[in-house]
């Protein structure tokens, strides 16, 4: 059956001498596989959509095997992104991890949405980010591991939240905390935005900006909580680590 499906690359790799393999995420069957047969070739039509990162509308065949791209027309190229060592590494982050927690074809309209809204914003914006915090939080749920952020992981209070536990999977509350004393001190205004940030739609999100040392703590402490429970290696993570490190010696680091 021959599809037009709107989608995003998210993953290209060489099949055969002339031919690619690509993952899209799309808004209408989800992330899944497809092969651009003589994409590799200089003078393709497939060249340009099957370019990392692009945003396509695609007319796809999907049948019981491997689905095959007949054609595509590019919605949108970010260019910015691709042209941007510090976006190209973002937005490699956000795919990875979306490539290795989604399973193929199953379809999350809401989870796309946020997908291309945080490549729009990396695309648009130098400071980026709470919303990849923002789209890993919902990632996280989609996948099954969420952290408790509303209440308290052990007792269910929603007051007093001040400690964040990876081995708790959430927040802690004043009494609670003596259940994991490595636990993360965390402010209440902190806590209180990460849920935030969990739940809502980064459309809604205007100018909201954090002091450099908030954004560490966060950072460290997703990327803890996604070493303890996400499964999978993220090989993008590493480079942009490097880079952000980069980033900061050069003295061209966001302002707090």
Request: a positive charge; aromatic letters at 12%.
């Amino acid at each position: 059956m021959l599809e037009k499906i709107d989608g995003i690359i998210i993953k290209t790799q060489d099949y055969g001498e002339t031919h690619k393999l690509v993952t899209i995420f799309s808004n209408k069957i989800g992330k899944f596989n497809a092969l651009a047969k003589g994409a590799k070739k200089p003078k393709s039509r497939m060249a340009a959509v099957t370019q990392p990162f692009i945003n396509a509308r695609f007319f796809v065949y999907i049948g019981t095997g491997l689905s095959t791209i007949q054609q595509g027309e590019v919605l949108d190229s970010f260019r910015i992104v691709r042209e941007d060592i510090f976006k190209t590494a973002y937005v490699s982050y956000i795919a990875e991890l979306t490539d290795k927690l989604l399973d193929s074809k199953d379809n999350d309209p809401y989870l796309f949405e946020q997908f291309y809204q945080t490549l729009l914003w990396i695309n648009n914006h130098d400071e980026v980010d709470i919303p990849i915090i923002m789209y890993e939080l919902k990632l996280y749920k989609k996948a099954g591991f969420a952290p408790i952020l509303h209440q308290c992981s052990r007792c269910g209070k929603r007051e007093n939240l001040m400690r964040f536990s990876i081995s708790e999977g959430g927040m802690l509350c004043q009494q609670c905390a003596y259940f994991d004393p490595e636990a993360i001190t965390i402010s209440g205004k902190l806590s209180r935005l990460l849920y935030l940030f969990s739940e809502v739609d980064l459309k809604r999100i205007g100018n909201i900006r954090m002091k450099k040392a908030n954004v560490q703590l966060i950072r460290k402490i997703l990327y803890e909580y996604y070493d303890q429970y996400g499964g999978f290696g993220i090989k993008s993570r590493k480079v942009l680590d490097q880079l952000d490190l980069l980033n900061v010696t050069d003295g061209n680091s966001p302002t707090e």
